[in-house]
Each structure stands twice: as C-alpha cells, then as structure tokens.
C-alpha cells in the first residue's frame, strides 16, 4: 500500500474494520466534537463540530462565514478528537483522527448530504469530507496499561502498551 495515497474512510475501515468500527462508535456517543485547524499564523484553532460517517466518508460539515471554514480552505490539515464526555471514564478510550480536509462544491453530493444531516442553512452550509493520515485510540487495558493504537495509510495499526 502507497503511504501517499489518499485514504478516505472506507478505505481505511477496509483495512482496519474492527478500529475503524470502534472510532465510529466512540464518536457516536456525543453531538459535538473538538476541530483543530490552523491560523493564518500557523498556530492552533480548537472550535467545536459535529461530523458525520456517510457514504464511506468522514464529512465535516460547519455553518456559512465560519472561521474554522476559512482555516481548512486556506490549510486543509486539521486534527479531530472525540468528545471525552462528562467526568475522567472516558469509556471505549479517547480517538482522534487526522487528515485533510476537501472542500466539498459540486451540487449533487451537497444535497445528498444535506438531506442526510439536515443542517440549519442547507444551501449556505460548508462540507468537507476528510482524507485521513492518522487515527490513534488510546485506552486503559485491565486498570494496569495505557494503550495506543495508531494507524497510517500504509501501515498495519501499531499497538504500544505502557504501564
């Protein structure tokens, strides 16, 4: 497999279903997630999001004028992680994703998304599906380690155990 090549989500779930499955669930649990994105000046945005798994895609989908927008038109890179949820549990472990983002313009696939997620201002909202680079999980495994998994296009899911 080609490091290089661009990896949507469904390429990656092929790869790493069980992981891929685990994510998903992970983020399923709450609405609203934590976006990175980069200043003009390089330096870090954090602003919430929801995101939605359709169609083989992670979409990223934000209102009209907003600022997070305006970061991934002007660098695609961004970092997304899933929501802790309340208390320290963390239950099913902290993911995070990263990737770039592809701005989403033709009409067709806009309406397919927006009649799926129904968000506010349909015909205003900006829609980017993510090219992933990594996804990492990491968890406490029986009250004794703290694993992480990570996983690169082109690269089996790594598994490190630290105690």
């Known amino acids: 497999m080609n490091k290089t090549r661009n990896v949507n989500w469904a390429a990656f779930a092929a790869e790493?279903?069980?992981l891929a499955k685990t994510v998903e669930d992970r983020f399923a649990r709450y609405r609203h997630h934590i976006l990175a994105t980069l200043r003009k000046d390089g330096s870090p945005r954090?602003?919430?999001l929801e995101v939605s798994f359709l169609y083989g895609e992670l979409w990223l989908g934000m209102m009209p004028g907003s600022v997070k927008a305006l970061d991934l038109r002007r660098d695609p890179r961004f970092a997304l992680q899933a929501n802790p949820g309340p208390g320290t549990e963390m239950?099913?472990?902290d993911?995070?994703?990263g990737g770039r983002a592809v701005e989403v313009t033709d009409a067709e696939t806009l309406a397919r998304f927006t009649e799926a997620v129904n968000p506010p201002e349909p015909e205003a909202v900006h829609v980017f599906r993510a090219e992933l680079t990594?996804?990492?999980r990491t968890?406490?495994?029986?009250?004794t380690y703290l694993v992480l998994e990570t996983w690169q296009p082109g690269e089996p899911v790594r598994?490190?155990?630290r105690t």
Not at 139 to 143: F, L
């Open 95 to 97: 993911v995070r994703i």
């Open 159 to 161: 598994k490190v155990k």
């Open 134 to 136: 990594e996804v990492v």
């Open 91 to 93: 239950d099913g472990g």
């Open 139 to 143: 968890y406490v495994e029986d009250e």
């Open 16 to 18: 790493e279903p069980e």
């Open 46 to 48: 954090t602003t919430g």
